[in-house]
């Protein structure tokens, strides 16, 4: 067997470790040293009781096995609910609720050891049923997690060991269950069992430093301190990402619901609240230089112009080479986001070091418009429209517009389809309708999690050699072979053009000067240990 971790005493690193940067870019690390995710220490002062921060959006539910909504983590995993494993600030797989996990030799069987004596927030204690019945449940809710395991399910061993056996390697799936956008958060075997008439559990019952509250809708979603949480790490020490010590020094999290940005900026300036979420890039340089405040910027994810490979003029490779090595990354980016972006060649984002390649990098941003003209003109382009689906959110649309200048200059007529975002991703699943679509993509904790590499993904990227390195690296019996296999596909993509992406979308948050012990390592502030001194 392969241990992989050992014992949680290990885990606690600096948090302020160096991420390297995609493709040669800056890394979302934050720009204050007060973004550095200390432990708290309620022992060493009394603490402001509760933390208003400012969110502009609502979840339908905080079920996380089956709802991938940014705001659910958020505010709710590594707070509300643990997992097995969690990600330390190199983006591996570390363990949280377990001691440690191990694979066979042939990577396909995946066991892990229970901590003992964790409580649920009900005042039960954690056991290998739970556990069980909770990574079961959240394989059937998350398609990406069932795609990866097939018929395979975990299994108790017993009281304190678990695990799962697949029928092809499983190397990636502890990073899977550390970082996925639908956590595998552990709770009891019934709440498992308990749903409403969507298939959401009705009691959010996790093993976290907060436990749930309250919920009034379009209002605040309420966390309170969980005082018989069973922490692990250091206290005192770092975290390593989102691994180690939660100390929990306020009493209360109150996540107001604030849709509109110009309200939730108006608060933080006016003291109302002590963070806001989705500071526009308009407004950051005003909230950046306000002595009373503290500003981050990570990356968040990234954009993707995502061809039509099933029919129409982008099925010709020819012609996606050529709108590849015409456009200005940096022109569109800044029409769609302003100065709210980074650069970069890699498909992952930077929160993911271990994953970081420029693989393929000399057909990125290439913004060569002659050159593009002399493709088309070799390959005997006739000048049929090109037509691009986008939806007006976020300034998308924007983005569009952009490219559309650039690919008229070079002769290629552009027809813009701009719709709500609903319609968009209807009318995506029609190939009769577009050649081009826009979207964006949440940072990932493995490349497998890339939805566009799927032939049946609206984009239907079928290609052969495609599918070999994709299966080459999913099958892999090691991370390193796992890690060859993808600067191996994603030199191959930026050939082959599954999609073009132009770089990465940044999340701006803002918070109040005196509060200490945010975690700003990936997605967005976590306040396990955040507090406010009074």
């Given at each position: ?274 963070c806001i979420f989705g500071v526009s890039d308009d407004d950051y340089p005003r909230l950046e230089a306000n002595g009373e405040l503290t500003t ?239």
């Amino acid at each position: 067997m392969k241990k992989i971790y050992l014992k949680i005493a290990v885990l606690s690193m600096a948090a302020t470790m160096a991420l390297t940067g995609c493709g040669g870019n800056s890394a979302s690390s934050p720009e204050s040293p007060a973004a550095s995710a200390q432990a708290g220490d309620p022992a060493g002062g009394t603490y402001k009781e509760t933390l208003h921060i400012a969110v502009t959006q609502q979840s339908p539910s905080l079920d996380l096995h089956k709802n991938s909504t940014l705001i659910a983590r958020q505010m709710c995993d590594g707070t509300v609910w643990e997992k097995l494993v969690t990600l330390n600030a190199n983006a591996e797989a570390v363990p949280e609720l377990c001691e440690n996990y191990e694979f066979s030799d042939d990577s396909k069987t995946l066991s892990f050891k229970l901590r003992t004596g964790v409580k649920f927030h009900d005042g039960s204690e954690m056991t290998a049923d739970d556990v069980v019945a909770s990574m079961n449940r959240w394989i059937e809710g998350f398609s990406s997690a069932g795609s990866m395991v097939g018929d395979a399910r975990f299994e108790k061993v017993d009281d304190t060991t678990v695990r799962i056996v697949g029928n092809a390697p499983l190397i990636l799936l502890p990073a899977m269950i550390a970082g996925s956008a639908q956590p595998a958060a552990i709770t009891t075997a019934a709440a498992c069992a308990n749903e409403d008439d969507n298939g959401f559990m009705k009691d959010y019952i996790g093993t976290g430093p907060y436990k749930f509250l309250e919920w009034k809708q379009d209002q605040y979603v309420k966390l309170e301190r969980f005082d018989d949480y069973v922490s692990y790490g250091t206290e005192g020490e770092a975290m390593d990402g989102w691994a180690g010590y939660k100390g929990a020094p306020t009493k209360y999290l109150e996540y107001d619901i604030v849709p509109d940005q110009a309200t939730g900026t108006a608060g933080i300036e006016a003291g109302q609240y002590d963070c806001i979420f989705g500071v526009s890039d308009d407004d950051y340089p005003r909230l950046e230089a306000n002595g009373e405040l503290t500003t981050a910027r990570s990356q968040s994810g990234s954009i993707a112009l995502i061809f039509n490979h099933k029919e129409g003029i982008a099925a010709e490779q020819y012609f996606r080479t050529a709108v590849n090595t015409a456009i200005d990354c940096d022109e569109i980016l800044t029409a769609y986001a302003g100065g709210g972006y980074e650069l970069g060649s890699c498909y992952m984002d930077a929160g993911q070091p271990f994953w970081n390649t420029d693989a393929g990098s000399e057909h990125y941003n290439q913004k060569d418009p002659e050159k593009a003209k002399q493709i088309l003109a070799d390959n005997g382009y006739a000048g049929q429209p090109f037509r691009i689906l986008v939806a007006n959110l976020n300034g998308m649309d924007k983005m569009a517009i952009a490219m559309k200048s650039e690919l008229e200059a070079i002769g290629i007529p552009v027809e813009l389809n701009v719709v709500d975002w609903a319609t968009l991703i209807d009318y995506r699943k029609d190939p009769s309708v577009f050649d081009m679509y826009i979207t964006s993509f949440a940072e990932v904790p493995v490349p497998s999690l890339k939805l566009y590499f799927g032939a049946n993904y609206p984009g239907w990227s079928d290609d052969p050699k495609l599918a070999e390195l994709f299966g080459k690296m999913t099958g892999a019996v090691t991370l390193e072979e796992a890690k060859a296999s993808w600067e191996e596909l994603q030199a191959y993509s930026w050939e082959y053009l599954p999609i073009i992406c132009p770089g990465h979308y940044m999340g701006m948050f803002a918070w109040d000067k005196d509060l200490e012990g945010v975690n700003m390592y990936s997605g967005g502030p976590k306040f396990y240990n955040a507090g406010i001194k009074e």
